[in-house]
Nanobody, 122 residues
């Protein structure tokens, strides 16, 4: 079994910072892209940022310059440093990883964390 465990959400005032972490554990052979998504009430889930196994990041326009995604491959962990937070960043943030559970499986499958709430007050 594979589990993605997120942590670091909470309540912060506008302009503040939070750091999210997501650790993948269980039966993991390899991980390619890891990502953070978010879903605000009444809206569709959207990509916030992703990062390849080689460390190349990609950001949504709405967070470019404010958020930084990083990963520690040795720990199967991805981070999201969120600075200059705005009320519109309020959402449940989900971790996602494309991984192969075992060497015998050639396909990469998407796995999701349970989500962590981020609330930014004005």
């Amino acid at each position: 079994q594979v589990q993605l465990a997120e942590s670091g959400g909470g309540l912060v005032q506008a302009g503040g910072s939070l750091r999210l972490s997501c650790a993948a554990s269980g039966s993991i052979f390899s991980i390619t892209t890891m990502a953070w998504y978010r879903q605000a009430p009444g809206k569709q889930r959207e990509l916030v940022a992703n990062i390849t196994s080689g460390g190349s990041p990609n950001y949504a326009d709405s967070v470019q310059g404010r958020f930084t995604i990083s990963r520690d491959n040795a720990k199967n962990t991805v981070y999201l440093q969120m600075n200059s937070l705005k009320p519109e960043d309020t959402a449940v943030y989900y971790c996602n990883a494309l991984l192969r559970p075992s060497a015998t499986m050639r396909t990469y499958y998407p796995y999701w964390g349970q989500g962590t709430q981020v609330t930014v007050s004005s």
